[in-house]
């Protein structure tokens, strides 16, 4: 899904070995495997883990109120981590927190995996060029492809992508985002969407 809708990740994109197990040992505790993944491969992508909220560095991934906290709110309003009980998983739950006091980490995703194709797409439709709308009564979707997301525990009702388009609703507002801004704008004409006022 990531090469229909990104550019091709290349070697360059991920961070050194060294700078994981720097992380690893301020940590004193190995990262999971698929979030060392996540690092090896494309950490250094603005566009996959910056473009909306953030992937933090490895050395800045720290332990906090139980957790350990790897990805953070572009606004700052809270942060997602994997409890520290989880840190032995492979393929860990992923925990959302508010940024205030008292901290209170609540299920967001039942992987990190799953997590990070959410925060993928999720990226894809606020970034330019990008609309936020409500959905039009009897939109179409016909030659899209709807993607299902196993283990999200946002309150997304569905998700369809075609070509580098991708459409989907949350909550009452349907948001659609594309790289190409000629695909986007056609795709956003047929659908007949329009900005919310």
Known sequence: MAARLFPRIVKKDGVPESDLKNAEKKLGHPLPAALRSIYR???????????????????????QAGALVF?????????????????????????????????????????????FFTQLLWAHVNTDPKIVSERPDGMSVEGFEQIELDGCHWDIGAIWVRGGVVVLTRGDKLYAGGADREEFEKTVGELGLKTSA
């Not at 250094?44 to 490895?58: E, M, N, W």
């Not at 032995?88 to 997590?115: C, I, K, Q, R």
């Open 71 to 115: 990805y953070e709110k572009q606004d700052n309003a809270g942060a997602w981590g994997i409890k520290k009980e989880d840190l032995a998983a492979e393929d860990p739950p992923v925990h959302y927190a508010s940024n205030e006091p008292p901290f209170s980490w609540a299920l967001d995703h039942d992987t990190v995996s799953g997590f």
């Open 41 to 63: 491969l494309s950490r250094r992508r603005r566009d996959l883990h910056v473009a909306h909220d953030r992937l933090r560095a490895p050395n800045g991934a720290v332990l």
